[in-house]
């Protein structure tokens, strides 16, 4: 196959580059190649693609920015046609592999290995081919159709590695794991990480996904794996991007704390089986009367006694047991004490006796002898409140 190749040097403003280079790898600004730009030159020439009417930089963002920065006039390139934007992509993908990656971009670079393998494992069924989409540094170069090899630096200096695994019958996960420096478990539990990542950004959710990218970076790709199980997870990303926590995990703490207060509330009843019972002639139902840090008191009537008891559980224990609704009998009696609390004739002592009779599950007899007597007394009502305890 001839091979047109053209050195020239071209205007930086009228380069532009790949889309793909962009997404994948980003606008990163290095400072230390500024500086070396600025004292050297560019010494290493772009690759553009010359497929379209556009100048592409396929290979060179980097340089090409910090050109543009020092007001370069001229920067060398080396302008090659290649057949489709795939060859483009697959070029993209290996002038790249040596650079330093975060675990995001390592990702990326697989999802597309993985449509590149899938489409050689297509093509060697279809026609029964040994290999079509060869790596480009595997030492088979006479075959190559897709772009030269020399347009890779690598081997252009000589360093080039073979990369494609010489092991056919191996899944295309494997391969692409193995490109990525990863096992392939790995990959496969991160590809919903990053299928989370670029729907959010197509929903225009930029710093929802840059929220996730960061998570994944620094906490791993299991736990970040987790965090899309959970079913606050949008509510979690939400918090970073509208700066209510500084990161996910302070999001995560955030949220943990709005679903306990929610979920631990003053008046909450919950059932309590026996092994969670502090005395087993306690009835199973008990109120949250009090919450003070991860602690919550709860309110227990006893079975033999009468009498009523508080003890102390961690908020957590509570969590895991079934929460109750409020009888309606006693959501009537509650309701009326509400009511004479916050009336202009209770004195503090009818507030202290009205709230003490907000914490038994169901009322006895004798407490509501006692609410009668401060309604006749506060609301001047002579008919007494018919209900059952």
């Known amino acids: 196959m001839t091979i047109y190749t053209e050195n020239k040097y071209l205007n930086p403003h009228y380069l532009a580059i790949h889309a793909e280079l962009l997404r994948i790898y980003g ?3 290095r400072a230390d190649l500024q ?3 600025a004292e050297k030159g560019i010494i290493v020439p772009l690759i553009v693609s010359t497929r379209t009417s556009e100048n592409i930089v396929v290979s060179g963002g980097c340089r090409l920015r910090a050109a543009i920065a020092l007001n370069i006039e001229c920067v060398p390139v080396i302008c ?3 057949p489709s934007e795939e060859a483009e992509k697959h ?3 290996s002038a790249n592999r040596n650079r330093p990656k975060t675990k995001y971009q390592r990702l990326l670079e697989g999802r597309e290995w993985e449509f590149f393998e899938n489409v050689a494992a297509a093509l060697r069924r279809k026609k029964g081919l040994e290999q079509r989409w060869t790596n480009k540094d595997d030492g088979d170069y006479e075959t190559d159709e897709y772009y030269p090899p020399t347009l890779l630096s690598d081997y252009r200096s000589g360093s080039c590695e073979p990369l494609q695994s010489t092991n056919k019958k191996q899944r295309a996960t494997d391969k692409v794991a193995s490109r990525i420096g990863m096992s392939r478990s790995s990959y496969e539990r991160a590809k919903p990480v ?3 990542c670029e729907k959010l950004r197509q929903q225009d959710k930029e710093l929802e996904a840059s929220a996730l990218e960061e998570y994944l970076e620094s906490s791993g790709i299991s736990v970040a794996a ?3 199980k959970l079913a ?3 509510a979690v990303l939400g918090l970073v991007a509208s700066g209510e926590a500084r990161n996910v995990n302070s999001a995560l703490t955030l949220i943990s704390r709005i679903n306990l207060r929610s979920a631990i509330a003053l008046g909450v009843i919950f059932f309590f089986p026996d092994k969670m019972l502090r005395k087993s002639s306690h009835y199973h139902l008990g109120r949250v009367v009090g919450i003070a840090n991860s602690t919550a008191i709860v309110c227990f009537r006893d079975d033999i006694d009468w009498e009523l008891y508080e003890h102390q559980y961690k908020c957590d224990e509570l969590l895991c047991l079934t929460r109750m609704e409020e009888e309606p009998q006693q959501q009537a009696l509650r309701d009326r004490i509400n009511y004479l609390m916050s009336h202009q004739n209770s004195t503090p002592i009818d507030r202290y006796v009205l709230n003490r009779l907000l914490r038994p599950v169901t009322s006895i007899d004798a407490e509501i002898e006692y609410l009668q007597i401060i309604e006749w007394r506060v609301d001047g009502v ?5 209900l059952v305890a």
Do not use: A, G, T, V
Not at 382 to 386: P, V
């Open 382 to 386: 002579r008919d007494s409140l018919r």
């Open 27 to 29: 606008k990163e600004h």
């Open 232 to 234: 606050d997870c949008d």
């Open 226 to 228: 987790r965090l899309l």
């Open 80 to 82: 090659y046609q290649f």
């Open 194 to 196: 990053i299928e989370k």
């Open 91 to 93: 070029f993209i993908l």
């Open 35 to 37: 500086l070396d730009i």
